[in-house]
Nanobody
Framework: QVQLVESGGGLVRAGGSLRLSCAAS????????MGWFRQAPGKEREFVAA????????YYADSVKGRFTISRDNVKNTGYLQMNSLKPEDTAVYYC?????????????????WGQGTQVTVSS
């Protein structure tokens, strides 16, 4: 079983940057695909980005393509989401998740483990 803990959220002005981290403990993180999702108040959880277990393939939601970069360091058992050119509509709780199948799934139900989330607030 993998335990995930996100960090790096906070308050930033529009146009700014944040780097989220997802630290994994227990289990074999390097075997899992990893995804980032976000959920704004009153909205459903939505896919943001995903990366395969090896880091060889990534996939992004259209809304963040070109601004966000997902990566991972399997030696450190940590995943990352670099967020640049942030917009107020990026405001949400951001969650990382692990997919036992190792791929780049976009559906929340395909992920097996979730972190507790970290708040990102972008002011205009």
């Amino acid at each position: 079983q993998v335990q995930l803990v996100e960090s790096g959220g906070g308050l930033v002005r529009a146009g700014g940057s944040l780097r989220l981290s997802c630290a994994a403990s227990r289990g074999t993180f390097s075997r899992y695909g990893m995804g980032w999702f976000r959920q704004a108040p009153g909205k459903e959880r939505e896919f943001v980005a995903a990366i395969t277990w090896s880091g060889g393939r990534t996939y992004y939601a259209d809304s963040v393509k070109g601004r966000f970069t997902i990566s991972r360091d399997n030696v450190k058992n940590t995943g990352y989401l670099q967020m640049n050119s942030l917009k107020p509509e990026d405001t949400a709780v951001y969650y990382c998740a692990a997919d036992f199948m190792g791929g780049t799934s976009t559906g929340p139900v395909e992920y097996d483990y979730w972190g507790q989330g970290t708040q990102v607030t972008v002011s205009s």
